[in-house]
């Protein structure tokens, strides 16, 4: 990886208004804020700026309502170099990213940029793939899929809502390597989306739906599959305090979709640790808390560095997946 180009800063910049109060907290902005969603309206990277411009706004934190645009192509490509090469220290702009993001840049679909092209910011919010089968399956436990699946490969179909190299491959590529089990050797069906995915197991189309614990909810209720692990750092809490993580039943897997931003690598620190505060703020309180739960996320605390630094490994380790299946030489 090379050195972040984050950590430069330009001269001339306009000074945040408000600032850092003597307490910490952070006041009312009053210039105009922008978000980008690299997507068209309506999808997640539409829900990630809102969720930041509605809470930003609900908590007083900025006094004009936050812009959203969006910069549909290249699955956040068209984004990611328009800010590189044209709004590279803009100070009041912000730009959606998930881990899709980190996937599509191990991949090398970002073009000429890298993932320490930018200044990573934080994430508002997060949720959780999951490994789940049908309730009728012979599984009671990832144990008892995995040695199945050591056993017979061929035999299990996972299935998701995307194509070999995506994130919901991803972690079947994962679980499969916390079997001792090459992911080239993994059978694996692509769908539409979730929704056609897990209509596939249900059909008994196939036999493992890699998804997200947000999305099975209302199938937890009505009792027709089965959540085998949660891919998270430790188990949920309400309706999913009873699903077991991977790694407390010894396969070191975890999938955290999080729901992110990043700025320009120019900006100042001065203007890149203001938001950093925001954010950080913006995330302890409860009426964000709210918005955040409502839209179907669990809580996630990574900003500034720390998130950068986290956002790096993460590309770090799809890179090294991807070229061990030969999606990436």
Known sequence: MKINKGLSTYAGMLALAGGLLAAGNVQAQSEATECIAPAKPGGGYDLTCRLAANGLEKTGMIDKPMAVSYMPGGIGAVAYNHVNGVRDSDPNLIVAASTGAAVNLALGKFGQYDADDVRWLGALGVDYGAIV??????????????????????????????????????????????????PRKLKYVSFEGGGEALAALLGDHIQVFTGDLSELKSQLESGKIRVLAALSEERMGGPYADIPTAAEQGYDVQWPIWRGYYMGPNVSDEAYQKWVERMSQLARSKEFAELREARGLFPMSRFGYEFNDYVLEQVDQFESLAKEVGLKQ
């Open 133 to 182: 089968v049908n309730a009728d399956a012979p599984w009671q436990s990832l144990d008892e899929l995995m040695e199945d699946l050591k056993a017979n490969p061929g035999d299990i179909a996972f299935g998701a809502g995307g194509t070999v190299g995506s994130q919901d491959w991803m972690k079947a590529a994962l679980t499969a390597k916390a079997a001792d089990l090459s």
